[in-house]
């Protein structure tokens, strides 16, 4: 295995091995390391200690947000991560925070992985989480971007839960730009 990239097994009831195309440190120096079902998963993201369950062959995560187990999946692991880090790490509000919030484009209804909204109710960032090894690719952001054609956010974050990305856009002057790191919440 080369310094470039690191290759785990990750076994909930289904083995599947992931490997990861380098370490990114955009927004965070230290990777999380977290033991599930005895095999570990790393991610670019502050340690946390998230409650999981099984049920028969099933693994479920508590979602701090819908207050409720859901089923674990790699997509879910890292949008677990991310919540927790925007709440812990950038203060934001956990009761402005939508988990899968549907939403109408063109006729067509798709569904956004995590909405943070101001305290007057307007959404203010989108995210979208792709499971570790999905490569984050201009599919991913054109993804986002019709989500955000409805929305209007002056903020679009995508994860893999190894590389984040988070882009700041000005309608005004019709400009975006990138940043170095998720911004806290000041609203």
């Not at 599930?36 to 409650?51: A, E, H």
């Not at 790699?74 to 203060?91: A, G, K, Y």
């Not at 899968?100 to 909204?117: C, S």
């Amino acid at each position: 295995m080369s310094n470039s990239s690191l290759e785990w097994r990750i076994f909930v009831f289904v083995v599947r091995q992931i490997i990861f195309g380098g370490v990114a440190e955009r927004f965070c120096c230290c990777y999380c390391r977290v033991i599930l079902s005895g095999f570990v998963m790393n991610l670019n993201f502050p340690p946390i200690n998230i409650p999981t369950k099984e049920e028969g062959e099933k693994v479920y995560i508590y979602d701090i947000v819908r207050k409720k187990y859901v089923l674990l999946t790699p997509e879910e692991w890292v949008r677990q991560h991310l919540i927790h880090f925007l709440v812990n790490e950038r203060q934001y509000p956990l009761g402005l925070i939508a988990v899968e919030r549907g939403l109408t484009h063109n006729n067509i209804k798709r569904r956004t992985d995590v909405v943070v909204y101001t305290r007057a109710l307007s959404p203010w960032l989108i995210a979208e989480c792709k499971a570790p090894d999905v490569r984050i690719t201009q599919h991913t952001f054109n993804q986002v971007a019709r989500y955000n054609m409805a929305l209007q956010v002056p903020l679009l974050v995508v994860t893999n839960g190894i590389y984040h990305f988070c882009c700041q856009i000005d309608y005004h002057l019709h400009t975006y730009k990138y940043l170095p790191d998720i911004p806290p919440y000041h609203n």
